[in-house]
């Protein structure tokens, strides 16, 4: 009995390894398959990223280091001039005022509509009738596209035709058209308001996102210990959102920064340069002034303080997983 089942055993182990070899055949080919499925399924998307990130990314770089003029532009003709464009783009006399009018349009729209937008996501934590309804309703602005925007927005600040002039009229504040696009001052807090209008969506998306993760049995412990709702909000909301708030924070800079359609449309940067951002500037010496050196080396400048925010970003998404 002893020698039939050595010789069953080793029969079935004859069995394994031939199995075993079998297999081995095979996982090249199983493997080449799978290779090139994913290969295909991934195909679209890299040609995708190619043509309309990398492609027009480098193409600006490497114009913002050439010789640019309209003849050598068309000609492709351009010398490599070093960090030329950027130094003239830098002593630019019209900078700081470009950088002003950035970090008043910044700081003003990030401010206004992250307050609001969170206001607006605590206030859609409670349970009413339509909350669904008028929370969508919110979203209006920010689907509509940004030239949309900026022209319905154009109208309502018009100082013969616009709603706006008309309200306050009537409500007894002003006594004549207020020419909101003919002031510089006006006309910043006017683009300023457009662009707070268009972000609030945004942000109260994301952060009542948030709130809505946050567990139900913390605010209950708390309430049985008599936190009243101040409390509740700096001990639990706070800390606990501080991930999801860096996250809006970040992406807010992003999209601010990058901000050109609405003021392009409402203002065209005008008047006397009054609105004039770092978007809507490079826009300008690129095919107003024909300047595309300048205009490239300005939007590499905004790239580069994309990518630091982009990589903060990063860190804060990881912050908030972990």
Not at 65 to 86: A, C, D, K, P, W
Not at 87 to 93: L, S
Not at 157 to 168: A, E
């Amino acid at each position: 009995m002893s020698d039939v089942a050595l010789g069953t055993t080793a029969t079935r182990t004859d069995q394994v390894r031939l199995s075993g070899r079998l297999l081995r055949g095979k996982h090249p080919t199983r493997r080449r398959k799978r290779f090139s499925g994913r290969v295909l399924f991934l195909l679209p998307a890299v040609i995708y990223l190619l043509a309309l990130f990398v492609y027009p990314i480098v193409y600006n770089i490497l114009l913002s280091v050439r010789q640019s003029s309209v003849i050598v532009f068309v000609r492709n003709t351009g010398g490599f001039v070093g960090l030329t464009n950027y130094h003239m783009a830098v002593t630019n006399p019209v900078l700081p005022g470009v950088l002003y009018d950035t970090a008043i349009f910044m700081a003003g729209s990030i401010v206004v509509q992250f307050s609001l937008g969170f206001l607006i996501a605590l206030f859609f934590t409670r349970r009413f009738p339509l909350n669904g309804f008028l929370r969508s309703l919110i979203l209006v602005p920010w689907l509509l596209p940004g030239v949309v925007t900026g022209i319905i927005l154009r109208m309502m600040f018009d100082p013969n035709i616009g709603m706006v002039n008309q309200v306050l009229t009537d409500v007894g504040l002003i006594h004549s058209p207020i020419e909101w696009f003919a002031n510089g001052h006006l006309a910043l807090l006017v683009v300023v308001l457009a662009n707070i209008w268009v972000g609030i969506p945004f942000n109260m998306l994301l952060l009542h996102g948030g709130l809505q993760d946050i567990p139900k049995e913390l605010y209950e412990a708390a309430r049985v210990d008599g936190a009243g709702r101040v409390r509740i909000f700096r001990s639990i909301t706070l800390p606990v959102m501080r991930p999801v708030i860096a996250v809006v924070l970040v992406l807010g800079f992003i999209y601010t920064l990058k901000a050109f359609d609405i003021v392009m449309i409402m203002t065209g940067g005008g008047p006397m340069n009054a609105t004039q951002l770092l978007s809507t500037w490079a826009y300008t010496l690129s095919f107003y002034n024909l300047d595309f050196g300048q205009g490239a080396a300005i939007g590499t400048l905004m790239m580069l303080i994309s990518l630091v925010c982009a990589f903060a970003y990063v860190r804060s998404y990881r912050a908030e997983i972990r």
